[in-house]
């Protein structure tokens, strides 16, 4: 079942898996029919067992700048490792994207302020939230996979479709 095909061609069935995948990882939980939700654990656990893999490597590196004054100055900066960077490029292949919403009340230049230097934030909130979330809940409990959590609701109104909510661990 966690395969099916969900009475869809192959390029619905992905999409629809990419575009429930990333609300997921965004929201924290979405509802969604059964056999849709035990294809979308899968679909999940894997995109954050790549993370949590490589969420680690890093590579830091000294880089010059030169300042409004003609002086060089030296700063050092932190890079994905090649480990990592294979990660985030397949995920990204993955997921769509999500942009980075206003919060309430938050002037404009604040926001901009907050996301400049964010230019994919479903991305860097696997990297930054969920991996080291998920890593130190392995290293505890010994064992991984396990980050998603599928409960069985009530039928849905009109077709009778057996409903359920998947919501992150």
């Not at 999940?44 to 969420?55: D, F, G, P, R």
């Not at 480990?83 to 990204?92: E, F, G, S, V, Y």
């Not at 230049?109 to 934030?121: L, M």
Request: proline share 3%.
């Amino acid at each position: 079942m966690a395969n099916a095909k969900l009475n869809r061609p192959t390029k619905e069935r992905l999409s629809l898996l990419r575009n429930q995948a990333s609300d997921l990882l965004w929201n924290g939980k979405v509802t969604t029919t059964i056999a849709k939700a035990k294809s979308l654990r899968s679909y999940v656990e894997k995109v954050l067992t790549l993370a949590i893999n490589s969420y680690e490597d890093t590579v830091k590196v000294v880089k010059n700048d030169v300042d409004s004054k003609g002086v060089t100055v030296k700063r050092e900066v932190v890079n994905d490792g090649p480990n990592k960077l294979a990660a985030r490029r397949m995920i990204m292949a993955k997921l769509f994207d999500r942009q980075e919403v206003r919060q309430n009340k938050e002037s404009k230049a604040s926001f901009v302020e907050r996301t400049k230097d964010i230019n994919h934030p479903l991305i860097e909130k696997i990297f930054n939230v969920y991996a080291p979330k998920y890593a130190e809940r392995n290293k505890e409990n010994g064992q991984g996979g396990g980050y998603t959590r599928v409960l069985k609701m009530d039928m849905r109104r009109g077709d009778a479709a057996p409903m359920c909510i998947v919501e992150l661990v």
